[in-house]
């Protein structure tokens, strides 16, 4: 029998670890992206070049292509290209949500109205026009979130209080919009921020992971709102995660995904209300989904997400498991300067418990100030079999990297 071939819509680092677990279950793999040298490409069958962010720019490029391998599903890791992944998948004849919902789940607004209206629990929010409508919209003594509708990555993201300057708020936010030029108001929720994702098939949505996300020690970056990783699982009463289940199934079925993965993020309040912030189409990125969840839950996304895009079905119950360890993510953050050495401490992939790791930058590079999700500057994935282990272990990696600034400098030392 003829090896099925899945095309991977996006090549970055994110996506290295489906694209080789796809060949691990017997699958050819063909990337999609505009940088013929992107990390995926030297692992994939084939490639072709084109604009993952263009949808009719791919369109274009899959039409051209002259390879010889027949596409039987195509799937994204870590990239917010659902309009992309169901543009293809109509030209090939294959299953994959709509156009419908892939625009519900990539435009903040349109997500925000039918969520909404299908009953799922989500901030206050208003669509925001012109400066003057922001400064109408502010009521003193509230916090808010202003963000663009259709960007990613934390970009032009932005917390709202009595500190902030308006006028700059409102350029700020509005730069990062790609095409829709509104933007949007959302009211601040109190609580644990949580990401959780969930496969859907044939409308049935199971909560397959849920993290605590760490916001805590990112303050200091203020307006802007920076993740610093956080731990899976999340420490939460079995009636949150019925309730977390329950909205992820709500909001699936309110943008109209029946069957793929759904990624989730919530706040869970102080009395236990569970509150969608945002949802996406897609696998998550960050490394959630080629990570920490094999890594806790023994749980294949890579490969549930590829049957039902070639539509050879699946268990959905295989994918619900119980956690069986910690897994802590943090992130390394510098302050703006150039990068004049880094040292090594220890040797990071020695150190007993860490799974991952990543070191962003380089001798040379100037690193200017963190305003996104693109800005951190390395990260480290460590397990242990209780919460507290992990988080040292990935602290402790964290701290062995020692980046100086300055203007001198060749090299990176190790001992």
Known sequence: MDKKTILFVGGGYEAVPGVRQAAALGYNAIVLDRDADAPCVEFASDFIEGDVYDSQNALRALENYKGKLSIDGVVTIGCDAPGTVARLSAFLGLKSMSMETARLATNKLLMKDSLAAGGVPVPEYLSIGSLAQLKESIEAGRVYVLKPVDNRGARGVLRIDGDVDLDWAYRHSSSYSISDKSLLLESWVSGEQISAESVV????????????????RTTRFYPYIIEDGGETPADLSAKVLKDIDDVLGKAAAAIGLESGTLKGDLVVTPEGRVVVIEVAARLSGGNFCTVNIPRVYGVDLIEAS????????????????????YVANRYLFLEPGRVDS??????????????????????????????????????????????????????????????????????????
């Open 306 to 325: 590829i049957r039902i895009a070639t539509g050879e079905g699946l268990d959905l119950d295989k994918y619900l498991r119980p956690s069986t360890c």
């Open 342 to 415: 880094i040292r090594f401490d220890k040797d990071i992939s020695g150190i007993a418990g860490v799974i991952y790791w990543k070191l962003n930058v380089a001798v040379g590079d100037v690193i200017k100030g963190v305003t996104d999700h693109t800005k951190r500057h390395g990260t480290v994935i460590s397990y242990a079999p209780t919460k507290e282990a992990a988080i040292a272990i990935a602290e402790d990696a964290l701290n062995s990297i020692e980046v100086v600034l300055g203007t001198d400098g060749n090299g990176i030392e190790r001992e």
């Open 201 to 216: 098939y044939n409308g049935r949505a199971g909560l397959v992971a849920a993290a605590h996300r760490g916001y805590e």
